[in-house]
Structures are given as C-alpha cells and as structure tokens.
C-alpha cells in the first residue's frame, strides 16, 4: 500500500522516500531484487519515513528537516540493519563481504564528498580571477582526487573530465558537503547508542519529531555532541576506522 517494491518494466530506477504532506502516510519507492545492499536501501528508505511520520506534527511547514539532519534517521535505520545482518551471518566470506561493501560505501559518503567540497571551493575561488578553461578545472580535478585518494590509486588519462559527471556541481552548488556532515553525525550518534544504558530511545525520537523546528546544536546536546567540538568529528571516523579493523581482522 505504501511500499512500491517490485521491480517493472518502465518503472523509476533508484529509490526514495516522500513525505507528500504531513496528514497523508509517506511514500516509498525502490527497486527490491532481495540482495543485501536492498535490504539496506530498505532500511534506509524506512528511515526516513519514520522521520517523516514523527515530524508530521509540526505542520506542513516545519515539518521538513534540514539539510544537515536530513539523513540521520535513514543512515541510522541503515547501520542498525547493517549490524543485525552481520551478527546473523556465521559466513566468513559473507561477513567479509558485507564490510568491505559497508566501508566503501562510508568512504564515498564522507571522504569522497569532500574531495568534490574542495574541487568546487577550487573552482570558484580561481573564478573570481578570470575565466576558467576546461584544461583548468581538469587539473583541479585530478589535484583534489589524487590528494583524497592517495599514492596507490592511479589516476589514468582521460580522468580528469570525470568531474562533469556530478550533477551537484552545476544545479546545487556547494551541496555536497551534506553528505560528509550527515554520514559523521549518525557515526557519532551511533557510538552513543553503542553506549547508551538507557534512555537512548526516547532522546532519538524527540530529535526526529522536531523536524525543522530546532537548530541541529539544540537536537545534538542531549546526546553530549557538539558539532563544533573536532572531537564529534573524531568519533564519527572513529566509527570507520573499527569497521575497518573488523574487516582487516578478518584476514588474519
């Protein structure tokens, strides 16, 4: 009823969440094939619908989240379901698997976002000098990914028109730096959640039900984060860095 799961010709690829408005249920769309990563794109979706459903109280007009909260609930949905999966899997190559695709995936979110934050800042900073060539914003491109991606990734010829492929760049400029900020936020809140005795539950909902009524500073302060602390940041990548532990353990 309110789930569009099948896979159909002419359907819509990719998947989705919508509120419509808050007196109606939200809606979600994806494509379920029953593989893991559509359980966790189930999760994800299901996220944000309690979000939205949480946040409906506040009325058509503040019900929405902001952009820096905008993916708490559904990244969450999504490593709680992550954690479940692994727990139930006794499979080493499964398990092994299921991290290394979880790590990517958290990479991505955070470290390649900020290198697309850096080659915008790049671009528009060198903007205000003058026209840029397209021979410029390639050198910009291949400097932001080699330093983002490091030594042992080789960056072969033809690469540096890849920045052409980021919709964001040119209709929602300087956007990308969400993606980082609410990937770390919900690595930090689950850390609480790791080592909440109790009361975790209650505090969360709350934070969902305000929806775009309070600052992220006021949602974040009863679970003793602060989002200008570099220590809030610091157990976010924390969170990454014992994923990866986990995965390199399994190879010993």
């Not at 009325?59 to 992550?82: C, R």
């Not at 000098?129 to 990914?145: A, I, P």
């Amino acid at each position: 009823r309110w789930i569009d799961a099948p896979v159909r010709p002419g359907k819509s690829p990719g998947a989705f969440a919508h509120p419509t408005v808050p007196s109606a249920h939200p809606y979600v769309l994806l494509n379920y094939m029953g593989k893991p990563r559509d359980v966790m794109t189930l999760a994800h979706e299901l996220g944000h619908g309690v979000h939205q459903v949480l946040a409906a109280g506040q009325g058509a007009l503040m019900a929405s989240t902001p952009l820096t909260l905008a993916e708490t609930a559904s990244v969450f949905g999504e490593m709680l379901t992550f954690r479940s999966l692994l727990e139930q899997s006794s499979d080493r190559r499964e398990r092994k698997a299921m991290l290394a695709q979880k790590v990517e995936d958290m990479i991505n979110t955070v470290v390649r976002q900020i290198a697309f934050y850096e080659f915008e800042r790049k671009v528009h900073t060198e903007r205000k000098n003058g026209e840029l060539t397209s021979d410029r914003l390639g050198e910009f491109w291949l400097e932001v990914q080699a330093e983002s991606l490091g030594p042992a990734i080789k960056l072969r010829d033809g690469y540096e028109v890849f920045w052409t492929y980021i919709p964001h760049f040119i209709h929602s400029p300087f956007y990308v730096y969400a993606y980082a900020f609410g990937d770390c936020l919900v690595n930090s809140l689950y850390a609480v959640y790791q080592n909440a005795e109790r009361g975790f539950q209650e505090k969360y909902f709350e934070m969902l039900r305000a929806g775009g009524t309070k600052h992220h500073s006021e949602l974040l302060a009863p679970f003793g984060l602060d989002a200008t602390d570099p220590a809030f940041w610091q157990i976010g990548l924390g969170v990454i860095g014992s994923l990866i532990d986990e995965l390199e353990a399994l190879d010993k």
